[in-house]
Structures are given as C-alpha cells and as structure tokens.
C-alpha cells in the first residue's frame, strides 16, 4: 500500500447499498403488478430494471477491478479468506442479474404474464445472494477496505462508475442514493463533485427522484427497505 496517503472513507458503501436493497427489495411486487399484455405499462418497470441492472453491475465491476485485488495482496492471511468469500459471491450476483437481463428481454417483447412471472422469478432468485453480500460486505469489508485501501484507489470505483452514467440521468440515480442515504455522507459526496454543481445538486436530484419514482411506483416517496 502506499505509504502516507490517507486511507479511505467507505462509509458511502452504505448509501449504494440501501438503494440496491430497496430498488430490487421492490421490484417483484412492482412486476408482478403490471396487467399481462399492458406493453406500456411493462415498457416502463423495465426501463427502471434495466438501469437497476446495469448500476448493480456498475457497483460490482468497480469493485473486482479496483478493490479485491488489492485486499488479497494487502490484508492479513488469517482474515484474506473473506475475500475469496466476496469475489464468489461477485460471480453468482453476475449469473443472477444476467438471468434477470435475459428475462427483461423476453418482457419487453411481448409483455405476457408469463414473461412478467419469469423476470419476477429472476429478480426473487438474486434477492438472497444479494442480501447477503450487501451485509457480509458492510460488516466484514468495509473495515477493510478503510484500513488497506486509500482515498484515491477507493475514489477510482466512484469515477468509473461516473464516466459510465448518462448526465441525463445522474439527477434520478443521485437522487436514489439521497433518498436514504445518511445526510453527513451525501455532504461529503458533494463536497467532491463540481464546484459549480455542488448548490443546486440536493434540490435537482431530489425533485428527478420524486418524479420518476412517482413514475414506477406511483408515489414519489416508495417504500423504504430496511432489511
């Protein structure tokens, strides 16, 4: 590890985390509620899978380029099993948003009940391992990571992850993350945006969420996922 940086702040792991649990805490019972045959309807709750999808990915990706290698190389060998543990999890989350993927596909094309069952299948398949690695990775990692990982290599997921997100859509996804994120830490992340966005960034994103939210779900305050 170089030496004299500081070390990282992972305390807006959580903030990624609470939005991954409620968005596909929420999504059976959001699919399971669109009529058979009703493509906008469909059209709709799928273009939000698909994102969920894809900052899922987004999330993990980051990680197994920046994160694990470096925590294998650096952390004591009584504990670097833990390690090992994530990066297998890390492959089965993979299989499970790729069957979701897969069966995003077939809904949209015909938007049948069937189909709509089988995403919602897919999704209630990922949820357990999902869970499960959200919270073995907050208690077991996260210290980790603040302890073996600096500021600027952990600032590398969050960049990455930023140069692949749509501006159109940061507002929405920065908004998801404020919807539960704890206040301290959404200060801290806006402390290191833009000067020139950091003012109005609250306001704007909390305003794209309500909307889209009210959107998906039909209230621009959906339930929050505690578990």
């Given at each position: 590890?170089?030496?004299?940086?500081?070390?990282?702040?992972?305390?807006?792991?959580?903030?990624?985390?609470?939005?991954?649990?409620?968005e596909f805490g929420l999504a059976p019972e959001l699919i399971?509620?669109?009529?058979?045959?009703?493509?906008?309807?469909?059209?709709?709750?799928?273009?939000?899978?698909?994102?969920?999808?894809?900052?899922?990915?987004?999330?993990?990706?980051?990680?197994?380029?920046?994160?694990?290698?470096?925590?294998?190389?650096?952390?004591?060998?009584?504990?670097?099993?833990?390690?090992?543990?994530?990066?297998?999890?890390?492959?089965?989350?993979?299989?499970?948003?790729?069957?979701?993927?897969?069966?995003?596909?077939?809904?949209?094309?015909?938007?049948?009940?069937?189909?709509?069952?089988?995403?919602?299948?897919?999704?209630?398949?990922?949820?357990?391992?999902?869970?499960?690695?959200?919270?073995?990775?907050?208690?077991?990692?996260?210290?980790?990571?603040?302890?073996?990982?600096?500021?600027?290599?952990?600032?590398?997921?969050?960049?990455?992850?930023?140069?692949?997100?749509?501006?159109?859509?940061?507002?929405?996804?920065?908004?998801?993350?404020?919807?539960?994120?704890?206040?301290?830490?959404?200060?801290?992340?806006?402390?290191?945006?833009?000067?020139?966005?950091?003012?109005?960034?609250?306001?704007?994103?909390?305003?794209?969420?309500?909307?889209?939210?009210?959107?998906?779900?039909?209230?621009?305050?959906?339930?929050?996922?505690?578990?």
């Amino acid at each position: 590890m170089p030496k004299n940086e500081p070390l990282a702040d992972a305390r807006d792991m959580f903030v990624v985390h609470a939005m991954l649990r409620r968005e596909f805490g929420l999504a059976p019972e959001l699919i399971r509620g669109v009529d058979g045959g009703d493509h906008q309807r469909a059209g709709v709750v799928a273009d939000h899978l698909h994102l969920m999808n894809g900052l899922l990915e987004q999330h993990h990706s980051g990680e197994d380029k920046h994160i694990w290698h470096r925590l294998q190389e650096r952390v004591p060998g009584e504990i670097a099993s833990i390690v090992d543990i994530m990066e297998e999890q890390h492959e089965a989350i993979h299989q499970g948003y790729e069957r979701v993927d897969e069966a995003l596909g077939k809904w949209r094309a015909d938007a049948s009940a069937e189909a709509r069952d089988g995403l919602a299948a897919a999704v209630d398949g990922l949820l357990p391992i999902l869970r499960e690695h959200l919270a073995i990775e907050e208690e077991r990692v996260v210290p980790l990571i603040e302890k073996y990982i600096t500021s600027a290599e952990y600032r590398l997921v969050a960049a990455e992850g930023g140069q692949e997100t749509p501006p159109e859509l940061f507002p929405v996804i920065f908004g998801m993350l404020m919807y539960e994120g704890a206040p301290d830490v959404i200060e801290d992340i806006i402390a290191e945006m833009p000067a020139q966005v950091q003012g109005g960034i609250k306001q704007m994103a909390s305003s794209a969420y309500a909307d889209y939210a009210n959107k998906v779900y039909g209230t621009p305050a959906p339930r929050k996922t505690t578990v």
